[in-house]
């Protein structure tokens, strides 16, 4: 099984890099962020053999999760702040797998209620990802989750001392979930610095390989058990119109 987690910073700009992307990858999901429409080309997908189902928002955020595998128990919302309206939650049981996506705030700038808003939803996922340890339910946790574990997740350590992505707050939450007894599957299977899944736009980020690994996946112990790989796949960054995210991808033995 074939998971693969890609922040498209709009799907409707993104859409034939996407559709490329999946003709020859053949994942079995793809988990989707910042889709940016509530009209999600469902259709599009459709025709090359993928199911959709989205949680759309206008302009800002999304995301949507693509399936070969019909998926089933949908829900759309992050438990624990019902007046939370924001497009960034998704979760489907495909395959006998909880998948959970995710779009994890930003957080920026520090110090305003935008960094609190970013702690108090990784606070609700801890909460979200301990309830189903409890049940022993067997889940993946993937997508762009703005934050960046360790200074080997960046190429310049100093350029991220002001920002949410990195404050020990943030790291702090991020390892707590970490102790619940799930795995970064990247870094499972791969120690290496230098490793990024995005680059900024500015700058000649891209060419000169300035960048940092947001994009994750939390696995398990089930699954953490059936981890085979979990690479970054940097070639669409290098497309013409790409986003300035990269596809990870996860893939689990049977």
Known sequence: MKIATWNVNSIKVRLPIVSDWLQTHGVDVLMLQEIKTTEFPTAEFEKIGYRC????????????????????????????????????????????????????????????????????????????????????????????????????????PKLWVNDALAQPETRALWRSMLHLGTVDAFRAVDKRPGQYSFWDYQAGAWRRNIGIRIDHFLTSPQITDRIEACEIDKAPRALEKASDHTPVILTLRA
């Open 53 to 156: 189902e989205f949680v759309g928002q206008k302009a800002y955020n999304g995301v949507a999760t693509l399936t070969k595998i019909a998926g089933a128990d949908p829900v759309k919302a992050l438990a624990g702040d019902a007046a939370d309206e924001h497009a960034r939650f998704l979760a489907m049981t495909i395959n006998g797998v909880r998948v959970i996506n995710i779009y994890l705030p930003n957080g920026n700038p520090i110090g305003t209620e935008k960094f609190a808003y970013k702690l108090a939803w990784m606070q609700r996922l801890k909460s979200e990802i301990q309830s189903m340890l409890d049940a022993e339910i067997p889940f993946v946790v993937g997508g762009d989750f703005n934050v960046i574990p360790d200074d080997i997740d960046c190429s310049d």
